[in-house]
Nanobody
Framework: QVQLVESGGGLVQAGGSLRLSCAAS????????MAWYRQAPGNQRELVAR???????NYADSVKGRFTISRDNAKNTVYLQMNSLKPEDTATYYC????????WGKGTLVSVSS
């Protein structure tokens, strides 16, 4: 069983920054690729970024150059630094452990005002 707890969401003006954190249970974190997804109202959940155990990263085109995913294996935590936020980044952001089955956190809401 993997438990994921997100934090760091909130309301921010366009152009601002937020850092999301996801604390994971220790038993599997270091051996698991981690990812952030987001889902806006009426939209499907989409991959934002992922990071492998070795630190390789992938980003959605819409966030490249603005968002940075990182992980701290000593703290069992994955982060998403979000800069230059846009209103279209407004969504609930979910942490995901890419295992079989997938494990999801409950999400944290990010709202970006124009």
């Amino acid at each position: 069983q993997v438990q994921l707890v997100e934090s760091g969401g909130g309301l921010v003006q366009a152009g601002g920054s937020l850092r999301l954190s996801c604390a994971a249970s220790a038993n599997v974190f270091s051996s698991t690729t981690m990812a952030w997804y987001r889902q806006a109202p009426g939209n499907q959940r989409e991959l934002v970024a992922r990071i492998t155990t070795g630190g390789s990263t992938n980003y959605a085109d819409s966030v490249k150059g603005r968002f940075t995913i990182s992980r701290d294996n000593a703290k069992n935590t994955v982060y998403l630094q979000m800069n230059s936020l846009k209103p279209e980044d407004t969504a609930t952001y979910y942490c995901c452990a890419l295992r079989v089955p997938l494990y999801w956190g409950k999400g944290t809401l990010v709202s970006v005002s124009s």
